[in-house]
């Protein structure tokens, strides 16, 4: 593990590709990723391999496509691949190896209590084991690169204490030392609702079967405009962050994020003054910070052989990272060294 104090706090994060990557994703996280990018060392991995613990609910074609259209939101969201590491997490294994040590030192108990789990476990008569063992590979992605901060939205806080559990557990058991990561909340937008149930998170699942339930990143603005005028909120007229229902307190949030205006003043300009009001503004707001957005994705998608190329890249910085600990890990475990990684651009010469 690195021991140097100047070294930059480094920062892991991902998105799964599925479903359809709405604003609250964007508020809650790529937004803060691309705001911080300058003060740390970053890595923001697509996680497919998280995709598949529900593997009847993508299909492999799908998944392809949702993994590339991810990696070029980032990028048109303002991740910089030029000061973050953009990645596939399937191209690099050392992700699932560390997951299976982590698997062997982890109380089952620990994964039944997780959240994701039996929530999802309700709702279906046959669930996987990879979906028990989900929060065992999130604990490997952020583990694998003594990763110090994990910017999350708040329902993730649970995913990070498991992590820190399992590093402090295996710390005791092997005598290492496994970073313990914090998470990284934004204190307004880590949490954004659903337009139709406020009661509820926006989500990228539910966001792609019902119209008007999320903001996607790349709805056309006609549309943005629709979700929003149709957003569940009361019969009042009251405008206010700490009296109002959680259907216009959702709008006013978002509209305090994009608008950068102290709350006295947004409740100055809208209370009393009807919802439509407000909502036309935010749609506004939204379409104009979408619209660059819309437009770079457009141009990043279309030129393929360069977004895979960036990926490349960054499999490889991510696997260099990775390789050292992973090794320092094995060791601590007991496991006997094997050869090292040949790199894909080694040339190797036949020996006769």
């Known amino acids: 593990m690195p021991t140097d104090s100047s070294r930059k706090k480094r920062v892991f994060s991902g998105v799964q590709p599925t479903g359809k990557l709405h604003i609250g994703n964007y508020f809650g996280a790529i937004s803060v990723w691309a ?27 799908r ?21 973050s590491t953009i990645f596939i997490q399937s191209h690099v294994p050392e992700h699932a190896v560390l997951a299976w040590i982590l698997t062997c030192v982890t109380p089952v108990g620990w994964l039944y209590r ?12 046959s669930i996987g084991a990879g979906l028990l063992n989900y929060p065992l590979l999130m604990a490997a992605d952020i583990l694998l690169y003594d990763t110090d901060l994990v910017p999350v939205g708040e329902d993730q806080k649970q995913h990070i204490e498991f992590t820190r559990d399992v590093a402090r557990r295996f710390n005791s058991l092997y005598g290492f030392s496994l970073r313990i990561p914090e998470p990284l909340i934004r204190e307004t937008g880590g949490r954004i609702m659903g337009l139709d149930n406020p009661g509820g998170k926006m989500s990228k699942s539910i966001g792609e079967k019902v119209k008007g339930h999320a903001i996607g990143l790349l709805d056309p603005p006609e549309e943005v405009a629709r979700s929003i005028m149709g ?13 109002a229902s959680p259907g216009v307190k959702n709008l ?8 950068g205006q102290e709350r006295q003043v947004i409740e100055e300009e809208f209370n009393g003054k009807g919802y439509v009001v407000l909502k036309r503004k935010l749609a506004e707001l939204v379409n104009e910070r979408l619209r660059p957005i819309r437009a770079r994705y457009g141009a990043i998608i279309a030129d393929r052989g360069h977004l895979e190329s ?43």
């Open 231 to 243: 957003a569940a909120t009361d019969s009042s007229n009251e405008a206010r962050f700490d009296h």
């Open 114 to 125: 997780m959240t994701q789990y039996k929530d999802k476990a309700e709702s279906s008569s």
């Open 35 to 61: 705001e911080q990018q300058d003060l740390f060392d970053n890595l923001f991995c697509v996680v497919d391999m998280h995709a598949i613990t529900l593997p009847e609910a993508v299909h492999p074609t």
């Open 310 to 352: 960036v990926l490349s890249q960054g499999a490889e910085r991510a696997q260099s990272l990775a390789l050292p600990l992973l090794d320092a890990i094995k060791n601590a475990v007991g496991f006997v060294p094997g050869l090292q990684t040949i790199h894909k651009n080694t040339v190797l010469k036949e020996i006769d």
């Open 252 to 259: 006013l949030v978002m509209y305090e994020i994009l608008s």
């Open 63 to 83: 998944l392809k496509e949702k993994t590339l259209e991810v990696a070029a939101l980032y990028i048109a969201c303002g991740i910089d691949p030029q000061k």
